[in-house]
């Protein structure tokens, strides 16, 4: 059996999990604290990560591994507003990205990428974003 990982930001993370998908994301099991590369954007009540590989600045999140229980994906794919069968019209796609540790390993993670241009909104040049930044 192959074990998934999955990269976290944003209004997922312990100081903002919504109501919706807290029960599935309390069933994950932390790895710890990573990043991805590419460009954070404040989209005011949450953020939008776009990957960008050669990016100088890097996403921070964390993390986790999935449990083989694939009614957790799909819980959060329906909370990021992801349709497989509908990727043109979702607002964020589920997609594969390296994910790095703070102590150097590369993780291949499930991450949720914005799927429209951030226009002007405001890029986080430190990678994280909050709700209370954002308030």
Not at 65 to 72: D, G, S, T, V
């Amino acid at each position: 059996m192959i074990t998934e990982y999955l990269f976290l930001y944003g209004t997922l993370l312990a100081d903002g999990i919504p109501d919706e998908v807290v029960g599935a994301l309390k069933s994950l099991r932390r790895i710890g604290p990573a990043h991805v590369r590419g460009k954070l954007y404040d989209l005011g009540e949450y953020p939008g990560a776009i990957l960008a590989t050669l990016s100088e600045t890097l996403i921070q999140g964390e993390i986790f591994e999935l449990p083989a229980i694939p009614a957790i994906l799909n819980t959060v794919d329906d909370y990021e507003e992801f349709d497989s069968a509908n990727k043109e019209d979702s607002l964020f796609i589920r997609t594969k990205a390296k994910a790095t540790l703070l102590d150097g390993p590369q993780i291949d993670c499930w991450m949720y990428v914005y799927n429209h241009d951030p226009g002007t909104a405001p890029l986080l040049a430190d990678g994280t974003y909050s709700k209370t930044k954002a308030a």
